[in-house]
T-cell receptor, first 109, second 117 residues
Framework: EDQVTQSPEALRLQEGESSSLNCSYT??????LFWYRQDPGKGPEFLFT???AGEEKEKERLKATLTKKESFLHITAPKPEDSATYLC??????????FGAGTRLFVKA | EAGVVQSPRYKIIEKKQPVAFWCNPI?????LYWYLQNLGQGPELLIR????????DSQLPKDRFSAERLKGVDSTLKIQPAELGDSAVYLC???????????????FGPGTRLLVL
C-alpha cells in the first residue's frame, strides 16, 4: 500500500535559520513526488515535481531532493512569509495520489 | 490564465440536508480530481475523472456522495443527505492528463469549506 509520512509535524524557526522538512514514502512504481505549499484558508499551491532518485529542484529559498525512500525540502535563510503548511504527495503505478499530513512551518522575525 | 475555480467558498447546512459543490478546471485540463481535506490532514482523493469518465471512484462513499462531469469540463460533487462528519474542506484539482511527466502535475482550487450543524 502506498504511504507518505512527513516529519516533523510542526517546525518553528527564527528568520534566517535554515532547516529541512522530511517526506518518507513507500510506493509501487513512482511516477512523481510532489511538494505543495498551503496557506490557511487556501488550496495547495504547486512547488516542485521530482521523478527519480538523485533529482534536485530549486526555487528561491527552497530546494527539493529525492532518494529512493524519502524526499527533503530544504529551506535556506527562511523569512516570515515562508510560514505555511508544506505537503508532500506521491503518485504511483495505481495512478492514485497519496498525500502526507504536512509539516506546519512557523518562521519568526 | 485562470486557475481552478470552485464555488461556493463556504457552506453551512443542517444535517440531513443536501449540498452541492461546483468546479471549473483549468482550460485544456482533461483530468479532474475531487479531494476531501480534514483539519490538520492532507487531501484524500474522492474521485478522479479522465474527460467525462470517472476512472477512480473507489474512495467515494456512494451511499451519500455522487459526482458528475458534464461534457468533460465542469464538475459537480453532491452530498445527500449530509452528516456531521462531512464537515471538511472539499478541494478540486485538475491536470493536463495522466500520461506521465509534467502533465500529471495537479493544480488546486481554493476549496469549499463545509460545516454541517
Amino acid at each position: 500500500e502506498d504511504q507518505v509520512t512527513q516529519s516533523p509535524e510542526a517546525l518553528r524557526l527564527q528568520e534566517g535559520e535554515s532547516s529541512s522538512l522530511n517526506c518518507s514514502y513507500t510506493v509501487s512504481g513512482l511516477r512523481g513526488l510532489f511538494w505543495y505549499r498551503q496557506d490557511p484558508g487556501k488550496g495547495p499551491e504547486f512547488l516542485f515535481t521530482l521523478y527519480s532518485a538523485g533529482e534536485e529542484k530549486e526555487k528561491e529559498r527552497l530546494k527539493a531532493t529525492l532518494t529512493k525512500k524519502e524526499s527533503f525540502l530544504h529551506i535556506t535563510a527562511p523569512k516570515p512569509e515562508d510560514s505555511a503548511t508544506y505537503l508532500c504527495a506521491v503518485l504511483g503505478g495505481s495512478f492514485k495520489t497519496i498525500f502526507g499530513a504536512g509539516t506546519r512551518l512557523f518562521v519568526k522575525a | 490564465e485562470a486557475g481552478v475555480v470552485q464555488s461556493p467558498r463556504y457552506k453551512i447546512i443542517e444535517k440531513k440536508q443536501p449540498v452541492a459543490f461546483w468546479c471549473n478546471p483549468i482550460s485544456g485540463h482533461n483530468t479532474l480530481y475531487w479531494y476531501l481535506q480534514n483539519l490538520g490532514q492532507g487531501p484524500e482523493l474522492l474521485i478522479r475523472y479522465e474527460n467525462e469518465e470517472a476512472v477512480d471512484d473507489s474512495q467515494l462513499p456512494k451511499d451519500r456522495f455522487s459526482a458528475e462531469r458534464l461534457k468533460g469540463v465542469d464538475s459537480t460533487l453532491k452530498i445527500q443527505p449530509a452528516e456531521l462528519g462531512d464537515s471538511a474542506v472539499y478541494l478540486c484539482a485538475s491536470s493536463l492528463g495522466a500520461s506521465g511527466g509534467p502533465e500529471e502535475t495537479q493544480y488546486f482550487g481554493p476549496g469549499t469549506r463545509l460545516l454541517v450543524l
